[in-house]
């Protein structure tokens, strides 16, 4: 199975802060992957597909990058409907794969 | 846009069965691949199982294999997930998902609202 580590686990940021996020795989996934935003009690959203294509209607705040093992998801400035958990997924092979999230938290 | 609506959830004890169901309105999710994620109270997401919208293959975690059934009635637009031998550690939110084409590649596009399974240890 492809193990997914984010970093860090959590971040404390201010609005209008620049957020970056990391993803690695286990192994090479090439460009096969997918970041969610998710908030408390809601479903996620899906942001980014194929590491870097942004998901119709996301904000271009948003960006992801990387392939191969190293991922990062970008959020150029923080706003307040930002603040919430943010996790990658491997789409390569089955079993798809979940990082453990990353919580984005006001300062 | 398609909706999802999951039904089907609840309260069972251990070594029961439920089944779920995911009712999709707005469109029809024929060609598309629809998986299930689950989230277990305050953990992370968990992909549980999937069916192919290009060949109707099904895929499987390793911790329901043998004992959850994915699948399809496009008559009725709806997806389901026959859960048998139910455990304590299956016990989580259960979301319908959509995948954005007929592969598991390019992401979970349509997400339901989720429905709760709970097995009591």
């Known amino acids: 199975d492809i193990q997914m580590t984010q970093s860090p686990s959590s971040v404390s940021a201010s609005v209008g802060d620049r957020v970056t996020i990391t993803c690695r795989a286990s192994q090479g996934i090439s460009s096969w992957l997918a970041w969610y935003q998710q908030k408390p009690g809601k479903a996620p959203k899906l942001l980014i597909y194929?590491?870097?294509s942004l998901q119709s209607g996301v904000p271009s705040r948003f960006s992801g990058s990387g392939s191969g093992t190293d991922f990062t998801l970008t959020i150029s400035s923080l706003q307040p409907e930002d603040f919430a958990t943010y996790f990658c997924q491997q789409t390569s092979s089955f079993p798809l794969t979940f990082g453990g999230g990353t919580k984005v938290e006001i300062k | 846009e398609v909706q999802l609506l999951e039904s089907g959830g609840g309260l069972v004890q251990p070594g029961g069965s439920l089944r779920l169901s995911c009712a999709a309105s707005?469109?029809?999710?024929?060609?598309?691949?629809m998986s299930w994620v689950r989230q277990a109270s305050g953990r992370g997401l968990e992909w549980v199982s999937s069916?192919?919208?290009?060949?109707?293959?099904?895929y499987y975690a390793d911790s329901v294999k043998g004992r959850f059934t994915i699948s399809r009635d496009t008559s009725k637009n709806t997806l389901y997930l026959q859960m048998n031998s139910l455990r304590a550690e299956d016990t989580a939110v259960y979301y319908c998902v959509k995948e954005r084409t007929p592969y598991y590649y390019y992401g979970m596009d349509v997400w339901g609202q989720g429905t709760t399974v709970t097995v009591p240890s």
């Open positions: 707005g469109s029809t999710f024929r060609s598309h691949a």
């Open positions: 194929l590491a870097s």
């Open positions: 069916l192919s919208g290009s060949d109707g293959s099904t």
